[in-house]
Protein backbone atom coordinates (compact mmCIF):
# COMPACT_ATOMS: atom_id res chain seq x y z
CA UNK A 1 0.00 0.00 0.00
CA UNK A 2 1.57 3.36 -0.94
CA UNK A 3 1.32 6.12 1.65
CA UNK A 4 3.29 9.21 2.27
CA UNK A 5 3.33 10.52 5.81
CA UNK A 6 4.09 13.91 7.17
CA UNK A 7 6.08 14.99 10.15
CA UNK A 8 7.06 18.15 11.68
CA UNK A 9 4.87 21.14 11.55
CA UNK A 10 3.76 22.90 14.57
CA UNK A 11 4.22 26.72 15.98
CA UNK A 12 6.87 29.05 15.15
CA UNK A 13 6.85 32.63 15.31
CA UNK A 14 7.97 35.44 12.86
CA UNK A 15 11.66 34.72 12.08
CA UNK A 16 11.64 31.29 13.15
CA UNK A 17 12.62 27.88 11.60
CA UNK A 18 10.85 24.60 10.79
CA UNK A 19 11.54 21.55 9.24
CA UNK A 20 8.85 19.06 7.72
CA UNK A 21 9.68 15.80 6.83
CA UNK A 22 8.07 13.19 4.43
CA UNK A 23 8.19 9.14 5.01
CA UNK A 24 7.00 7.04 2.37
CA UNK A 25 5.60 3.40 2.15
CA UNK A 26 5.30 1.04 -0.08
CA UNK A 27 7.51 2.78 -2.57
CA UNK A 28 10.88 4.58 -2.76
CA UNK A 29 9.99 7.80 -1.91
CA UNK A 30 13.24 8.99 -3.72
CA UNK A 31 12.60 7.25 -6.89
CA UNK A 32 10.58 9.94 -8.23
CA UNK A 33 9.77 13.61 -7.91
CA UNK A 34 8.44 14.63 -4.23
CA UNK A 35 6.60 18.28 -4.33
CA UNK A 36 5.56 19.97 -1.28
CA UNK A 37 2.22 21.97 -1.84
CA UNK A 38 0.06 24.18 1.42
CA UNK A 39 -3.32 25.13 1.76
CA UNK A 40 -4.21 28.03 3.47
CA UNK A 41 -7.61 29.01 4.87
CA UNK A 42 -9.80 30.03 2.41
CA UNK A 43 -6.55 29.81 -0.75
CA UNK A 44 -6.31 26.77 -3.02
CA UNK A 45 -3.51 24.61 -2.62
CA UNK A 46 -0.47 25.96 -4.33
CA UNK A 47 2.64 23.97 -4.74
CA UNK A 48 6.17 25.75 -3.08
CA UNK A 49 9.23 23.36 -3.48
CA UNK A 50 9.63 20.25 -5.74
CA UNK A 51 12.62 17.77 -5.88
CA UNK A 52 13.11 15.73 -8.89
CA UNK A 53 13.30 12.26 -8.73
CA UNK A 54 16.16 11.59 -11.26
CA UNK A 55 19.24 14.32 -10.88
CA UNK A 56 17.38 16.30 -7.74
CA UNK A 57 17.34 19.13 -9.31
CA UNK A 58 14.93 21.79 -7.03
CA UNK A 59 12.37 24.19 -7.88
CA UNK A 60 10.69 27.24 -5.93
CA UNK A 61 8.16 29.11 -5.99
CA UNK A 62 8.46 32.51 -5.62
CA UNK A 63 7.40 33.80 -2.32
CA UNK A 64 9.69 30.68 -0.06
CA UNK A 65 12.57 31.29 -2.65
CA UNK A 66 15.87 31.76 -0.34
CA UNK A 67 14.14 31.16 2.27
CA UNK A 68 12.59 27.38 1.80
CA UNK A 69 15.00 24.19 1.13
CA UNK A 70 13.99 21.18 -0.46
CA UNK A 71 16.06 18.16 -0.06
CA UNK A 72 16.43 14.20 0.03
CA UNK A 73 17.89 11.87 2.48
CA UNK A 74 18.60 8.93 0.05
CA UNK A 75 19.83 6.49 2.52
CA UNK A 76 16.39 7.23 4.94
CA UNK A 77 14.52 7.81 2.13
CA UNK A 78 12.93 10.81 3.01
CA UNK A 79 12.10 14.41 1.75
CA UNK A 80 12.62 17.81 4.03
CA UNK A 81 11.42 21.09 3.92
CA UNK A 82 13.85 23.51 5.55
CA UNK A 83 11.68 26.67 6.32
CA UNK A 84 13.49 29.45 7.64
CA UNK A 85 12.33 33.47 8.06
CA UNK A 86 8.72 31.88 8.73
CA UNK A 87 6.42 34.44 8.26
CA UNK A 88 2.72 34.67 8.92
CA UNK A 89 1.54 34.23 5.48
CA UNK A 90 3.47 30.88 5.37
CA UNK A 91 0.54 29.57 8.15
CA UNK A 92 -1.04 26.44 6.44
CA UNK A 93 -1.45 22.81 6.14
CA UNK A 94 1.16 21.31 4.10
CA UNK A 95 1.71 18.05 1.92
CA UNK A 96 3.83 16.21 0.16
CA UNK A 97 2.81 14.31 -2.68
CA UNK A 98 4.53 12.13 -4.85
CA UNK A 99 4.92 11.88 -9.02
CA UNK A 100 4.64 8.40 -8.40
CA UNK A 101 6.62 6.93 -11.96
CA UNK A 102 7.57 10.13 -13.01
CA UNK A 103 11.18 11.76 -12.33
CA UNK A 104 10.05 15.61 -13.24
CA UNK A 105 8.57 17.82 -10.93
CA UNK A 106 5.58 19.48 -12.58
CA UNK A 107 3.42 22.30 -10.46
CA UNK A 108 0.26 21.11 -11.23
CA UNK A 109 -1.20 19.30 -7.74
CA UNK A 110 -3.37 16.80 -10.02
CA UNK A 111 -0.35 15.17 -11.29
CA UNK A 112 0.66 13.82 -8.38
CA UNK A 113 -0.49 10.56 -7.39
CA UNK A 114 -0.45 10.15 -3.82
CA UNK A 115 -0.90 12.40 -1.08
CA UNK A 116 0.45 13.07 2.79
CA UNK A 117 -2.12 13.44 5.11
CA UNK A 118 -0.98 17.02 5.80
CA UNK A 119 0.80 18.60 8.64
CA UNK A 120 -0.34 22.50 10.23
CA UNK A 121 2.38 25.02 10.46
CA UNK A 122 1.42 27.99 12.35
CA UNK A 123 3.31 31.17 11.87
CA UNK A 124 2.00 33.54 15.20
CA UNK A 125 3.69 35.78 17.67
Known amino acids: QVQLVESGGGLAQPGGSLRLSCAAS????????TGWFREAPGKNREGIAC????????YYTDSVKGRFTISRDNDNDMVYLQMNNLNFDDTAVYYC??????????????????WGQGAQVTVSS
Open 97 to 114: GTRWGKNYCDGSEARYAY
Open 51 to 58: INGIDSRT
Open 26 to 33: GFTLGAYA
